[in-house]
């Protein structure tokens, strides 16, 4: 009886293994899609911005400046200026006023509106 039940179990343990981990692939996708931003327009808008001022970032010409960090792993990082977490509503954020979402940080406002700052973000999860 036991014998003949195994392989059901089993399969049914497969199936239940295979759910678990579809579910939990897809619940780490989220953070790495900003909805409504495109990367490319967000790359061109970093370029129009001259964030290469004061960044190193991939696929965007200028200076490459170091008055900020690198963002060439920006996608994949767990904090967005070493304490906030890395989150697309966070990012989005950042990019607009960054000293108000961390007080004393030299990254300046830029005057970066809403739509541009998704676009943007869209463009940093893409750095990986
Ligand atoms: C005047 C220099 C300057 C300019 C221009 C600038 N940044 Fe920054 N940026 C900084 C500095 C400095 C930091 C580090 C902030 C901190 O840790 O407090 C930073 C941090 C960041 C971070 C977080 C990096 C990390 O490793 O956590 C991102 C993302 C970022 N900048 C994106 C941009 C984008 C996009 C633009 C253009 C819209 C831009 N920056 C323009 C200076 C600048």
Redesign the pocket.
Known sequence: MLRASLPTRLTTGALLCAAVLASGCAKEEPASRVSGGDPERGRLL?QQ???A???FIPEVQGPN?D???S?ES?GR?S????SIPNQPEN?IR??QN?PAV?PG????A?G?TDDEARH?AAF?YSLK
């Open positions: 970093v911005y001259q964030c001022a004061c960044h400046g008055a900020g960090p963002l920006m990082l904090y967005i200026a070493g990012m950042f990019l960054p961390k940080t030299l990254m300046p830029l970066i943007m940093m």
